[in-house]
């Protein structure tokens, strides 16, 4: 041992017993780095004796890492000579791992004052070192939570002056930080927003926290809306309180809240105001909602179940079980009938649950009054299906009768028949009586058809004054025939008798008798369609009123076939028309010398199959049709276009041309205007265009057709009376007639020679029209005979065979050529 161990050695022995109660362990090493002292308590930080320590190094004792890092501080001390201090972690086996000491390092010198050794004294400072640690961790995360925190932050004394501003979105201060510090909120703030935030502090002073206090200011962005939250902050006493108060910016949930308001108020707006009932129950069945009108009707159903509400039983089970059903997530709609101030109205009760997170927490309500919506989908029903007049089904209502029966009539293989009945000159009981008095008598028609059918069958109104009755299961004996003819000629019977209707406004009684013509089509559910049903029956009908009305007929095949032929017909005229399919022929009319003096145009039609169509085939229907307007209007414009140009030739200048006009087509409100516009548009000289009328045209309204053909007279247009004697031949009438000739029908001329009667006729219009001072002509002469009697007679004007059958227009030109040079073999010598 050298003498500073053994200074060092009798250092410590003197003070032994004090450094071992030291609760800090203390090392002394040489400068070679062997330990010469430790106390008791480096023993026990180190688990071994003190003897164990003595002799050893760093390395020895602590590890070479540890080693590294204390030879590193022993060369610092000992370059510096003065004493440092370091932390340091040494292992401590009483704790089975490290501990952080505080570590004084101080030279040790000799007596000569040469450094000899290092004394070391650790303090055991781990337990300050964790909760600096937990300080800084708590500091960090309370800058984080600052950071993050939305919310304006303050520092306050309880006069409200600030002392600190944190503020993430400075656009939310009324101020900069800097203008703040230091101030008081009546500094800064509006009054009434001091006042809440003085008013929050001294709350916050009694209770510890004040929350909840809301305030809006004014700033360059908008207006915002901010709540409090202030806490009294920890203080030493030495100074006023002071407060941490947070500002958060409420203004997007205050929106909300106002919108929510808004909407909350719209809805119960409307739901009040609504026509509707809303209700709802909770689990228990319990109301715990209800609009103003469930009260109007049922008086408040709040807190009550359905069995607390004044129904009867059987309501209430049938509430209980729909309510049931919804309860276990159904949807359930109907209609119901309640008694609603003494009435009975109908309602749509809609039940639906009431689901959160996929479970039912009650159920909602809905009834609406459909009583008035009901009542106008029955008038409406009625007013699509029966006829508002006679309250019979309508034509689409009857349609759809017509269809079951059939069908019916297929599956129980029974007879039916269907019955079209119209009224006999109905039309003369409106204009004679009125529309009001034939409304009445429909009224009673239908009444008394419903008294004519069985239970089963329909009685309808086609419309204008036609009916329908379907007759179903009539077979009884045979086809049903004899049945559906026993119930026809019953309504006919019920009809025949008279009807008292009344004439307003005088309030005369109009005793009528109604005759009928019914059509009656039998069906048995085969191969028919019920509009295919309705035409046989319209077509049978026809020909009742045909047989001279006031009777009936039954369908029949070759009806169809007639009506099927009208119907083809009729098109194909049609297309003939589109198509100016007609082309005129022209027979020649000669005088007493045997010289032309014009001709008759003659309409043909050349179908493109059946060839040449005489006008006998399609003249009835185009006049039944209306049709006869365009083919008219389409001869008058071929006339006169060729009157025009056969007046630019002097061998056919003096032609005259007859064309007939049908009875519609002359009474057209503006024929006299279309003739004065064909003659100037085609140049044709008026004087040689002659209008051939009929004696039936002049038997109704011949007042009007006699001022039509004076209009037509002051135009030139000559007029020759056709087939004169067959009508009503009234010399009344014939006297004021603007006529220019008169034609022998050639009924009269064909048997002239044989029938007395023909030739005394013959020779009276002969004499009258020479009393009258008219030109007579015979049409029809075939014959020489006929052609010399007519001569012998006084005619003196003639048509027919015997001179020239109907030609084609250049043909008829040849033979008028022919007659000029006397190559016609046709012609006959005219005698004296």
């Not at 900069?176 to 800064?188: A, D, F, L, N, R």
């Not at 030495?238 to 929106?255: A, C, G, M, Q, Y």
């Not at 011949?702 to 209009?711: D, L, P």
Request: charged content about 25%; glycine content about 8%.
């Amino acid at each position: 041992m050298g003498l500073f161990e053994e200074t060092i050695t009798a250092g410590v022995g003197t003070h032994e017993a004090l450094l071992d109660k030291l609760a800090a362990p203390v090392f002394v090493k040489n400068l070679n780095g062997f330990y010469i002292y430790a106390n008791q308590m480096a023993g026990i930080i180190l688990g071994r004796p003190v003897s164990e320590i003595l002799g050893r190094n760093d390395s020895e004792l602590f590890g070479d890492e540890l080693a590294g890092r204390m030879k590193a501080c022993d060369d610092k001390l000992l370059a510096s000579g003065e004493s440092t201090a370091c932390e340091m972690a040494l292992p401590d086996s009483g704790h089975d791992g490290e501990r952080c000491y505080w570590v004084v390092r101080q030279v040790l010198r000799d007596k000569s004052g040469q450094i000899a050794g290092l004394a070391s004294v650790a303090t055991d400072i781990t337990n300050r070192k964790r909760q600096e640690l937990e300080l800084v961790a708590l500091k960090n995360k309370f800058a984080a939570t600052l950071q993050a925190l939305p919310d304006l932050m303050f520092e306050v004394d309880i006069e409200g002056r600030y002392l600190d501003c944190h503020a993430q979105r400075s656009e939310l201060l009324v101020t900069s930080p800097s203008e703040m510090i230091g101030k008081t909120v009546h500094e800064v703030l509006p009054p009434d927003v001091a006042v809440i935030c003085i008013r929050s502090l001294h709350e916050a002073m009694e209770k510890g926290i004040s929350t909840g206090s809301q305030f809006q200011l004014d700033l360059p962005e908008g207006p915002r809306w901010f709540e409090l939250s202030v806490a009294q902050k920890a203080s030493d006493g030495d100074h006023l309180p002071h407060f941490i108060v947070l500002s958060r910016d409420i203004t997007d949930r205050k929106n909300a809240e106002q919108a929510l308001r808004e909407s909350e108020s719209l809805m119960r707006a409307i739901v009040d105001n609504t026509p509707v009932e809303y209700w709802a129950r909770d689990l228990d069945g319990r109301c715990i909602m209800e609009n103003a009108l469930v009260v109007e009707h049922w008086g408040s159903l709040l807190g009550k179940r359905p069995h607390d509400s004044d129904v009867s039983p059987e309501e209430l089970a049938v509430w209980q079980y729909n309510n049931r059903r919804v309860y276990e997530g159904e949807v359930v709609e109907e209609e119901v009938e309640y008694q609603v101030d003494g009435q009975k109205r109908i309602f749509n009760n809609v039940v639906a649950p009431i689901k959160v997170d996929g479970q039912t927490i009650g159920i909602v309500g809905f009834n609406q009054d459909i009583t008035d919506r009901k009542r106008t989908e029955e008038e409406i029903h009625r007013l699509a299906f029966y006829d508002s007049l006679t309250h019979l089904p309508n034509r689409r209502l009857m349609f759809d009768r017509l269809e079951h029966a059939l069908i019916g009539s297929a599956r129980r293989k029974r007879h039916g028949a269907l019955l079209l009945i119209d009224l006999d000159n109905f039309k003369f009981l409106n204009d004679t009586h009125g529309h009001e008095v034939g409304d009445q008598l429909l009224i009673e028609v239908a009444k008394r058809l419903k008294t004519c059918i069985r239970q089963g069958d329909t009685a309808a109104r086609l419309g204008g004054d036609e009916f329908v009755v379907i007759l179903e299961d009539i077979d009884g004996a045979g086809d049903g025939t004899i049945q559906a003819e026993l119930i026809a000629g019953n309504i006919q019977a019920q009809l025949n008798h008279p009807f008292s209707l009344i004439r307003h406004p005088e309030g005369l009684s109009v005793d009528y008798r109604c005759a009928s013509s019914i059509g009656i089509a039998l069906f048995d559910g085969t191969m028919v369609t019920a509009k295919e049903l309705l035409r046989r029956a319209d077509t049978a009908m026809y020909q009742a009123k045909a047989a001279g009305r006031n009777t009936l007929r039954f369908f029949d095949p070759e009806m169809q076939a007639a009506v099927t032929h009208r119907a083809i017909l009729e098109a194909e005229l049609r297309t003939a028309i589109d198509e100016e399919q007609f082309h005129l022929c022209y027979q020649v009319q000669m005088d007493e010398s045997g010289r032309p003096t014009g001709g008759e145009a003659l309409l043909r039609w050349e179908h493109p199959k059946r060839g040449t169509i005489l006008p006998a085939s399609f003249i009835p229907l185009a006049e039944e049709t209306g049709l006869i307007i365009p083919i008219g209007h389409w001869v008058l414009v071929t006339a006169c276009r060729q009157l025009a140009a056969w007046s630019q030739q002097p061998e056919t200048a003096g032609l005259t041309l007859a064309v007939n006009v049908s009875a519609r087509q002359f009474r057209q409100t503006r024929f006299t205007d279309q003739i004065r516009d064909l003659l100037h548009q085609t140049g044709a000289p008026a004087t040689r265009l002659k209008l051939e009328l009929t004696e039936s045209m002049l038997l109704e309204d011949t007042e009007t057709i006699i001022g039509r053909m004076a209009e037509l007279k002051q135009l030139g247009i000559r007029f020759s009376l056709d087939d004169f004697g067959t009508g009503y031949s009234s010399l009344a009438y014939l006297k004021r007639l603007p006529l220019n000739q008169l034609k022998i029908d050639q009924s009269f001329v064909r048997d002239v020679l044989t029938d007395p009667n023909d030739a005394a006729i013959a020779e009276t219009i002969v004499a009258l029209g020479n009393i009258l001072g008219l030109e007579v002509i015979a049409e029809g002469v075939e014959t020489d005979a006929q052609w010399r009697f007519l001569a012998n007679v006084g005619c003196r004007n003639y048509q027919g065979y015997l001179f020239g059958r109907p030609l084609p227009l250049h043909e008829f030109e040849q033979f008028l050529q022919g007659c000029d040079t006397g190559a016609n073999d046709a012609l006959v010598d005219i005698p004296a």
